[in-house]
Nanobody, 122 residues
C-alpha cells in the first residue's frame, strides 16, 4: 500500500509556472506507475500526465502537451508536475495517482492523494 501527499499548488497569474510534487510513502515506489489528474469545478476528473516506473516513458493530455512536464525521482519517492505557460482553464484540483499493475495510470488507479488546488488568474 502507498500513501500519496501532493504539494505545490497555489495562485498564479496566467503565463506563470508552478511545480507540483507528490511524495509517496513506502519502499516500493519504483514499482508503481504514476500520474496526475485534475478536476475543475463542475467537471469530471480528467487525465493530465502519466509516467512509467523507470521514468523513461511519459504521456500527456493534448491540452497540456508542450506546457507540462511529468518526472519522477525514485530515490526520493516523489513525482513532479512542472506546469509552464499556465492558463485560466488549468484551474483545478490536481490529484496524484499510483498503481502497481497498470502499464499507464488511468482513472482506475488504486491509490490517490488528497489533491492540491491550482488557481490561474487571468
Amino acid at each position: 500500500q502507498v500513501q500519496l501527499v501532493e504539494s505545490g499548488g497555489g495562485l498564479v497569474q496566467a503565463g506563470g509556472s508552478l511545480r507540483l510534487s507528490c511524495a509517496a510513502s513506502g519502499r516500493t515506489f519504483s514499482s508503481y506507475t504514476m500520474g496526475w489528474f485534475r478536476q475543475a469545478p463542475g467537471k469530471e476528473r480528467e487525465f493530465v500526465a502519466a509516467i512509467s516506473r523507470s521514468g523513461g516513458t511519459t504521456y500527456y493530455a493534448a491540452s497540456v502537451s508542450g506546457r507540462f512536464t511529468i518526472s519522477r525521482d525514485n530515490a526520493k519517492n516523489t513525482v513532479y508536475l512542472q506546469m509552464n505557460s499556465l492558463k485560466p482553464e488549468d484551474t483545478a484540483v490536481y490529484y496524484c495517482a499510483a498503481d502497481p499493475t497498470l502499464v499507464v495510470v488511468t482513472q482506475a488507479a488504486d491509490y490517490w492523494g488528497q489533491g492540491t488546488q491550482v488557481t490561474v488568474s487571468s
